[in-house]
T-cell receptor
């Protein structure tokens, strides 16, 4: 059973471009969470999704950021018009049912660098 | 005040030592407590997952939760060089986790 798969592992974008980060949850997991890790800071919650639904997006910046988890395919975190401050490691986690009733497992992350 | 406070270290111990890692928190609603290990440039790996107060042991790892003091600990017995990593505490009351900033641990052979 493969773990949570994130791609790309590294992404470089120029200011103003769009960044698309993909997350394929573990097999049988229908709940996905996105977190952002800035240097010297802990992971910060961004958004929680189930298939085709956004459950909690209270940690998402109001502008430029969006997330989806379609019926088929991976979850996508999309950042439009990236700025230098978006440079960070973005991690997704998945769980089979609602967390915290079950454990959540993290992927290896996508490291976004905005130049 | 941060939701979760964790001493960033760095912490350096000789091989075979007992390591104690700690976090404090302010939100009394937290019910679920986790410890993750993160190697450099990797994703967090779940080590321990506990609900409410008490102790939980798994091999060389013991997690303790004291909700009355809002304090959690992770003990590592017989530490190994392969334990060298950053240890993150996390806790939740709902679907969001709140993470500490992590403690960097180095176990010296």
């Amino acid at each position: 059973n493969a773990g949570v798969m994130q791609n790309p592992r590294h992404l470089v974008r120029r200011r103003g471009q769009e960044a698309r980060l993909r997350c394929s949850p573990m097999k049988g997991h229908s709940h996905v969470y996105w977190y952002r890790q800035l240097p010297e800071e802990g992971l910060k919650f961004m958004v929680y999704l189930q298939k085709e639904n956004i459950i909690d997006e209270s940690g998402m910046p109001k502008e430029r950021f969006s997330a989806e988890f379609p019926k088929e395919g991976p979850s996508i975190l999309r950042i439009q018009q990236v700025v230098r401050g978006d440079s960070a490691a973005y991690f997704c986690a998945s769980s089979p049912t609602y967390h915290p009733d079950t454990e959540a497992f993290f992927g290896q992350g996508t490291r976004l660098t905005v130049v | 005040q941060k939701e979760v406070e964790q001493d960033p270290g760095p912490l350096s111990v000789p091989e075979g030592a007992i390591v104690s890692l700690n976090c404090t928190y302010s939100n009394s609603a937290f019910q679920y407590f986790m410890w993750y290990r993160q190697y450099s440039r990797k994703g967090p790996e779940l080590l321990m997952y506990t609900y409410s107060s008490g102790n939980k042991e798994d091999g060389r790892f013991t997690a303790q939760v004291d909700k009355s003091s809002k304090y959690i600990s992770l003990f590592i017995r017989d530490s190994q060089p392969s334990d060298s990593a950053t240890y993150l505490c996390a806790m939740s009351a709902g679907n969001q986790f709140y993470f500490g900033t992590g403690t960097s641990l180095t176990v010296i052979p």
